[in-house]
């Protein structure tokens, strides 16, 4: 079974500028989350999305942004580039069970974008 | 969600045990514990979890105490492809709370 992809994997950038992100999860997967990873932050979640829906979000400025497809494909925008939005842009996807209580399910993640912003 | 608190780095060498030490005092009842691998420009992978006592993969150990205020990753006879940042994660079973990640104890291993 294929793993989570996300492109580009690199992305170079100017201040002022918008980028967009791109994450497939896994075949059967339908719960996708994203984290930006700095050296100095560590991992930090930006916000999760399942059936379209956002359900979760961390606490990050409102130029940060998702959405995610009929298919479970996930899309993050972030507008208005700063100097410190460069970062690893981690994308995980999970299954999603209904019901519970249960523990919370395994998160596979992809290789990420490492997004540079000059 | 129950804050962790885990070593800053760790060094070991090859074919020695390693033991990673997790702290979360205020741990609630229906917490699990996870721990994730994570490889230099890599996302992070999971590696085991658990809610008591003693769990066991083809990876490695989780033993928590009956308390669970804590609890020891162990991975047994430990290579240079060890060396890795390991997360401690404590959360609870809602599937709709998120998931936060910590500093991590980068783990380095010497010949």
């Known amino acids: 079974k294929a793993g989570v992809t996300q492109t580009p994997r690199y992305l170079i950038k100017t201040r002022g500028q918008q980028v967009t992100l791109s994450c497939s999860p896994i075949s059967g997967h339908r719960s996708v989350s994203w984290y930006q990873q700095t050296p100095g932050q560590g991992l930090q979640f930006l916000f999760e999305?399942?059936?379209?829906?956002?359900?979760n979000k961390g606490n990050f400025p409102g130029r940060f942004s998702g959405r995610q497809f009929s298919n479970s494909r996930s899309e993050m925008n972030v507008s208005t580039l700063e100097l410190g939005d460069s970062a690893l842009y981690l994308c995980a996807s999970s299954l999603a069970r209904r019901g519970g209580p249960h523990p919370r399910n395994e998160q596979f993640f992809g290789p990420g974008t490492r997004l540079t912003v000059l | 969600l129950a804050k962790t608190t885990q070593p800053i780095s760790m060094d070991s060498y090859e074919g020695q045990e390693v033991n990673i030490t997790c702290s979360h005092n205020?741990?609630?009842?229906?917490?699990?514990i996870t721990w994730y691998q994570q490889f230099p420009s890599q996302g992070p992978r999971f590696i085991i979890q658990g809610y008591k006592t003693k769990v066991t993969n083809e990876v490695a150990s989780l033993f928590i105490p009956a308390d669970r205020k804590s609890s020891t990753l162990s991975l047994p006879r430990v290579s240079l492809s060890d060396t890795a940042v390991y997360y401690c994660?404590?959360?609870?079973?809602?599937?709709?709370?998120?998931?936060?990640f910590g500093k991590g104890t980068r783990l380095h291993i010497l010949p």
């Open positions: 999305y399942f059936s379209e829906t956002q359900r």
């Open positions: 994660l404590v959360g609870p079973m809602n599937r709709d709370d998120k998931i936060i």
């Open positions: 205020n741990i609630a009842t229906n917490d699990y």
